[in-house]
Every structure is written in C-alpha cells, then in structure tokens.
C-alpha cells in the first residue's frame, strides 16, 4: 500500500499548547475564521493542501445544485404516482421532508464538528468511537464513492435519456426502446461525451469554476419557474386540469405489489428526491468559516429544495394528465412528450434544453462530491496510487482524483452496451448507501459517542439526541424501501438489483477493514484524539461548554 506524506496523526505545537487565538489587530474576523479552519484541519491530522476560496454561497450551491429537486421531480414523478397515485405520492413527500430535514441537521451537525473533504466517512468513523469507529469508516467510504461514482454515470445517462425521447416526438426512423443494441450504443456514446464534458468543467481553476455552482444553481431556479409560468398555460389549451379530487386523491396500483406495500413503495420515488445533502460537507475543506458555512450549507439547502420540491410536485398533480395517459407516451422520459403535447414543439425543445443542461451541470456537481471523496480516501494511503491520486494541482484542486471518477464512471456507463439490465443493477445502489450511511452516523453519535463527541460551532443543542433517535428510524425505512422489489411478481428482469450490489460493497469494505492494518487506516488513535478535543482548536473539552445553536 503507498503512502503519502501527510502527517496522519500530527498535533501542531499550537493544539498542543491549548490553542491559539489568531490576531485581530484589524478587527478581521475572516482572519480568525480562516485560522480555525486550518487549526481545526491539522486536528483531524491533516494539512491545508486544499484551496479554501469558496463562502457560504458556494457551498449551499453544492447541495442545492446536486438535490436538483425539479429535476429530481421529474424523474421519480411516474414511479410516485405509480406507486399509491397522486394521494400516496404527495402525502409520502409531505413525510419524507420533514424527517429529510431532521437527518440533515443532525449531519450538518457531525459536519460542524468534522468539515474536511471526504466528510461522510470521517463523520461515521468519529461517531463509532473508538470501538467501531474504524469499521464504520470503512464502511462508510466505500458506500459513499459507490454512491457518488454510480451517481455520476446515471444522472449522465438520464440526460442523455431527455435528448432520445425526441426521437419518439418526431417520430424518427430509429429505436427508441432500450431493449435494442442501436440505441444502447447511441445512449451509451452521449451518455461518454456529456460525462467527459462534465469532468472537463471540474479541471477549471477554482476562480473560474465557483461559476459553475451559480450557473447550476440558475438552472434549477430557471427550470423551476418556467414550469410554474409556462406548464399551467399550456395546461389550460390542452388537457385542462385536473380537478384538486383528481390531483390529490386519486390512488393507482401499477406495481403489483399488496395494496399496503404499494403504497409504502411511493417512498422509493419521494425519499429519492433528497438523497445527497451530504455534497456541501465534501467541499467543507475547500469553504471559509468551514464549521458554520459548511453546516448551513447542508441544512438550509435541504430545506429550501424540499419545499421547491413539494411546490413542483403541487403543480405536476395539477398539470400532468392521469397516470394511463401519461405512462402511454412511450419514451424514456416521458416528461418530454408530455412538453410537447402542451407546449408545442417549439417549446418543448426549448424546455428540453434546459432540462439537459441543467442535469449535466448537476452532474459536474456530483464529479465535485465523489472527486473529493476519492482525494480524501487516497490522503490517507489507502489506495493503489494513492501519492498521485491526493495530488493537488497549483491552484489546490484535487484534479487527479476527479479523473479517477471520470474512469470509473466512464466504466460503468459502459455496461450499458451488453444489456440496459446490467446498467439499470449497477446504478440501482445510488440512493442507497448514502441513506445507510446517513443512519449509521444518527447511530452512532446516539449510541456511542453520545457525551464525547467535540461541540459544534453549528449545534443542535438540546433537539440533538431526538434527531438522531429520529434519524435511526427514518434511514432505516428509506433503505428497507429503496431495497425492495418494485415490479410484482418479481422476475429476472424487474428484480431490484440494489440489495444485491450493497452486499457486494459492504462484503468488499469488511474484507478491505479486516486485511489493513490497524495502524493503516482510520487508526484509533486519530480517533482518540478528534473525540476527546473541543473541535475548535485541538484543546481538551473543559468542562460546561455551550455550543452556538443554529441560526
């Protein structure tokens, strides 16, 4: 295994000395921030090789950006009004945000206490304690980059899936059905070109690429509110809409499934939406003032993109025709030719654009995530190549590590070539691992460090312990849903291959977690050490301290 030169474990004179106060001759509170950040790095056992330029906007850019909720909509909008109908799919979102914003805050939380790049394994390890914490971390790692990686493919290939459905708007002489190898290979050949175009706007300089976060971030905004003016228009001169007994409380059976476990199902589609909040905590090492903004990123992201999300699902029931008509359409998005029955074909194309353009800057968003994750683990040694992978560029970019991503994604993109079966198993875990995760960490800060973990800067004070007992059961259910069949009966090709490919990932982690060694990765005594200071600059918790609640 190689190693790099990073000082792992390494407590500054200034930690060990009770910490220092930056000075403030000037009165510059951004001078002392950017202090804590670093002191609060070298605390974790790492040094500041990482650009830090990006601010609060740019964080929850991260997250808002990556959540893309009229996108996310859109996606899971068939399978949530398949699953129960409009009544099922409204009132399971109405549930999903407000426990999605309960895990949130307890992660913005773990990430006030913890923010450096590759947070979400760092977190879970600090929350095993000493004990487990080595084995949650490990897990955990390797949920995540599985998440984050198979992300980037699917989101590419559902971008490339709005440019084919024209072929059914125009009826072109060509498959528009994934069961033929022709167009598997044109979708997998887009599905490479969009993936590597992505990558390429990750390669800017930080200077230039904080404008990829504000361009994401207006597409969003831009997707949004075209749909709220223009789909009600169109509406109105085509199909008319639906009546608010028709949009709220109609229910449908298209999965086979019991009724009661139909129903349940509508879970897959809404909790879907949200998964990802974790992206803000990833580029942590990268923000000012880390152990505020960071936090606030995640947290406040979460929640303006889950009420942007239930606004949009509001207009969907009240603009999107019955579930036979709109499931009729044929094409693998079906939002397209819906657009273009009500927005003429004109418009849709011009709505399509946005869509596309908006879903392949989320997925630069998401190469963001996983490259940052994929530097972290390499910082540590703990992969082949690790020397050149945690390799920075002069500007502080981890650029070597968003070209690990870029291979891997690129790999798994291309499965869609033998069969649209063996890509739909592989990126079936996407959502998965990261709400194992985030139940693994409420686990674990409730369970075992539930006195000793560093107080936060961003703190939940006394509604802490409650978010994450909460938080337990919440991920628990989403992951029991996420994993379940969708399609009844189940046969070959409707099995949901996500259990499956978990097992497979979890078995590899516990397998990488048994060979190394003890002292090769996520050492207990680097645990030790981050537990047992205040989280602010390396010192000794005294006794009675007060966190900042959140604001």
Same mark, same amino acid.
């Given at each position: ?199 390429? =706007?990750?390669?800017? #300089?930080?200077?230039?690429?904080? !404008?990829? *976060?504000?361009?994401?971030?207006? $597409? +969003?905004? %831009? ?93 969907? =029931?009240?603009?999107? #025709?019955?579930?036979?008509?709109? !499931?009729? *359409?044929?094409?693998?998005?079906? $939002? +397209?030719? %819906? ?103 409420? !686990? ?108």
């Amino acid at each position: 295994m190689s190693t790099l030169n990073v000082d792992r474990g390494h407590v500054p004179d200034s930690i060990e000395n009770g910490g220092t106060r930056s000075s403030l001759s000037d009165g510059g509170k951004s001078d002392e921030a950017g202090r804590a950040d670093e002191v609060l790095l070298e605390t974790l056992g790492y040094k500041p090789v990482l650009h830090r330029t990006y601010g609060l906007l740019e964080n929850f850019a991260t997250t808002f950006a990556a959540l893309y909720f009229v996108g996310g909509v859109r996606v899971t909008f068939s399978t949530g009004i398949s699953a129960g109908g409009n009544l099922a799919y409204w009132t399971s979102y109405l549930v999903t945000v407000v426990f999605t914003f309960i895990t949130a805050a307890v992660i913005a939380e773990a990430c006030s206490a913890s923010p450096s790049a590759g947070s979400i394994y760092l977190w879970a390890a600090e929350s095993g304690g000493p004990k487990f914490g080595r084995l949650f971390g490990f897990v955990v790692a390797w949920w995540s980059t599985t998440a984050w990686t198979t992300f980037c493919a699917s989101n590419t290939q559902g971008a490339v899936n709005y440019m084919l459905s024209e072929i059914v708007v125009f009826d072109l002489p060509f498959p528009s059905d994934s069961s033929d190898i022709k167009f598997r290979a044109v979708q997998w050949a887009c599905t490479e070109v969009l993936l590597g175009l992505a990558v390429l =706007l990750n390669l800017l #300089p930080p200077r230039f690429f904080r !404008f990829v *976060f504000y361009l994401s971030s207006f $597409f +969003v905004l %831009l997707d949004f509110v075209l749909n709220v003016i223009w789909l009600p228009v169109g509406t109105a001169r085509t199909f008319g809409f639906r009546t608010a007994e028709e949009a709220f409380l109609t229910t449908y059976n298209g999965t086979g499934a019991p009724s009661g476990w139909n129903w349940c199902l509508s879970y897959l589609a809404t909790a879907g939406i949200l998964i990802g909040f974790d992206a803000s905590g990833h580029v942590a090492e990268e923000t000012k003032n880390a152990t505020v903004n960071a936090a606030k990123g995640i947290f406040w992201s979460t929640v303006v993109s889950g009420i942007g999300g239930f606004l949009t699902i509001i207009l969907f =029931l009240f603009c999107v #025709p019955d579930a036979d008509t709109l !499931f009729s *359409f044929g094409s693998p998005q079906p $939002f +397209v030719p %819906l657009y273009a029955v009500v927005l003429g074909k004109g418009g849709h194309i011009f709505m399509n654009i946005i869509c596309i353009t908006a879903l392949w800057l989320n997925t630069a968003i998401a190469v963001v995530a996983a490259s940052r994750l994929i530097f972290a683990v390499a910082r540590d040694g703990a992969l082949p190549f690790s020397s050149w992978v945690s390799k920075v560029s002069p500007e502080g970019q981890p650029r070597n590590a968003v070209l690990v991503v870029w291979g891997v994604a690129a790999l798994v993109t291309c499965s869609i070539l033998p069969s649209s079966v063996a890509f739909t198993s592989l990126i079936s875990i996407a959502g998965v691992p990261s709400a194992a995760a985030y139940g693994l960490i409420c !686990f674990g800060r409730f369970f075992l460090t539930p006195k000793n973990f560093p107080p936060p800067k961003w703190s939940l004070g006394r509604l802490s312990k409650p978010f994450q007992f909460i938080g337990i059961f919440w991920n628990g259910w989403v992951v029991a849903v996420l994993l379940s069949p969708y399609i009844f009966p189940v046969t070959g090709e409707t099995l949901n291959y996500a259990p499956v490919v978990l097992s497979a990932v979890t078995i590899l982690a516990l397998i990488t977690w048994w060979i190394t060694p003890a002292d090769g990765w996520l050492q207990k005594e680097r645990i030790v050490n981050f537990i047992e200071s205040d989280g602010t600059n390396g010192a000794p918790k005294p006794t009675g301290v007060q966190s900042k609640t959140v604001d």
